[in-house]
Structure formats: structure tokens, C-alpha cells
């Protein structure tokens, strides 16, 4: 068990409707990251926050949008939701913003968008 | 910025048999290096990590890595394979220097480990 919370495990929805995917980090983790993970594009970095702020964006469409709340859970919404979108979407939390401190991994979202 | 290439998408051992999962590695400033294992259904697990110091880490389960930087690898290997270790590796790099701390993953290794 790494600590790090996802929420809902699996989810299974319609084209263009809206998700909100939930993620509670490691307690005293303040940087928490959002990765998406497909057969055809691997573990994509998708965005980071710490401690409330952004600090990294990566591979992230317009359609999609995160938060990192102030007792430091973060959410990941998506919408206008597309066939392609049907992915896993991992949360990970590291303790600090520190370039040799490793990544806990939740177990992960899986969204499947029919 | 950093990127990382496994070679081998699918790799199958018999058990005992040595484990070498290969991972080159593009970076224009100091690496730092991670391997991390995923089981099915689960999320990712870290194996072993290097920063600075020893250039061959061990890590968790009986794995090591070597980090090379005139080859600029970090392959990973285990001298006997064992059942349990069938599983997806992925190798990532993180940049040394800036304040992106982000972990940039290769596509993967799925390791079959057959009796």
C-alpha cells in the first residue's frame, strides 16, 4: 500500500459527458502529479501541483483540468469526454519538491468512455 | 528535457534465468534514474533509484541496476528469475537541474517469466 488514494476505481461513461477523478496523496506529501496511461502512449505526465500551486504541465488537453485543494487532495477533471480519453489515470505524491525523491503511485482510475 | 527508451517491449525468461531489461537514457544535464515495477491491477512500485555516489544500485526483490554514463544506460538485471517477478518495468529519468520535478517513463517492458 503506497498511501496514495484514487477514487473511483473504475468508471465507465458516455461521449461528452464530465468526470472528476479523485486523488488523496501520502500523508505529509505535498506535490502531487497526474499521469495517463494508454496502450499506444504509455505513462504520459499530465500536470503538477505543490502545495496548492501548479508547477509543471505536461501532455495535457484543454479539456482537461486539475486542482490541489488545501488539505493538499487533488482532482482531475475531464470533459467533453472522447473515445480516446479511455484510459488509466494515475495519481502519484512525493514528499517535496526535490529532484531525488522518488514518485508513490496510487492504484490508479481506470475511465472507459463508450 | 529528458527521455528514456526501453528496447524490448516484451521480454520472456524461464525461471532462473538471468533478467536483463534494457533502458538508454537522454538527458542534457545529470540524470537522476528510476526503475518501477507494475503488477496487474496495481499502480507502480519503485524498484531502485540512482541519484549520485555508487554507480550500481540494488534494489528491492533481488534487482540491480548499473548506471553508464559513457553508454548512457541503466539497465536492469536479476540473476535468477523467479515466477513472482512477471510484471511490467518501467524505466524513467528526472533532470537534475530546473524546478520541473516531473518522472518522464519508457514505454515498458512486460517480463513473462515461464516454468
Known amino acids: 500500500d503506497s498511501g496514495v488514494t484514487q477514487t473511483p476505481k473504475h468508471l465507465i461513461t458516455a461521449t461528452g459527458q464530465r468526470v472528476t477523478l479523485r486523488c488523496s496523496p501520502r500523508?505529509?506529501?505535498?506535490?502531487v502529479y497526474w499521469y495517463q496511461q494508454s496502450l499506444d502512449q504509455g505513462l504520459q505526465f499530465l500536470i503538477q501541483?505543490?502545495?496548492?500551486?501548479?508547477?509543471a504541465k505536461g501532455n495535457i488537453l484543454e479539456r482537461f483540468s486539475a486542482q490541489q485543494f488545501p488539505d493538499l487532495h487533488s482532482e482531475l477533471n475531464l470533459s467533453s469526454l472522447e473515445l480516446g480519453d479511455s484510459a488509466l489515470y494515475f495519481c502519484?505524491?512525493?514528499?517535496?519538491?526535490?529532484?531525488?525523491?522518488?514518485?508513490?503511485f496510487g492504484e490508479g482510475s481506470r475511465l472507459t468512455v463508450l | 528535457a529528458q527521455s528514456v527508451t526501453q528496447l524490448g517491449s516484451h521480454v520472456s525468461v524461464s525461471e532462473g534465468a538471468l533478467v536483463l531489461l534494457r533502458c538508454n537514457y537522454s538527458s542534457s544535464v545529470p540524470p537522476y534514474l528510476f526503475w518501477y515495477v507494475q503488477y496487474p491491477n496495481q499502480g507502480l512500485q519503485l524498484l531502485l533509484k540512482y541519484t549520485t555516489g555508487a554507480t550500481l544500485v540494488k534494489g528491492i526483490n533481488g534487482f540491480e541496476a548499473e548506471f553508464k554514463k559513457s553508454e548512457t544506460s541503466f539497465h536492469l538485471t536479476k540473476p535468477s528469475a523467479h515466477m513472482s517477478d512477471a510484471a511490467e518495468y518501467f524505466c524513467a529519468v528526472r533532470g537534475s537541474g530546473g524546478s520541473n520535478y516531473k518522472l518522464t517513463f519508457g514505454k515498458g517492458t512486460l517480463l513473462t517469466v515461464n516454468p
Open positions: 502519484a505524491s512525493s514528499v517535496a519538491v526535490e529532484p531525488t525523491g522518488e514518485l508513490f
Open positions: 500523508s505529509g506529501d505535498l506535490s
Open positions: 501541483y505543490y502545495n496548492g500551486e501548479e508547477r
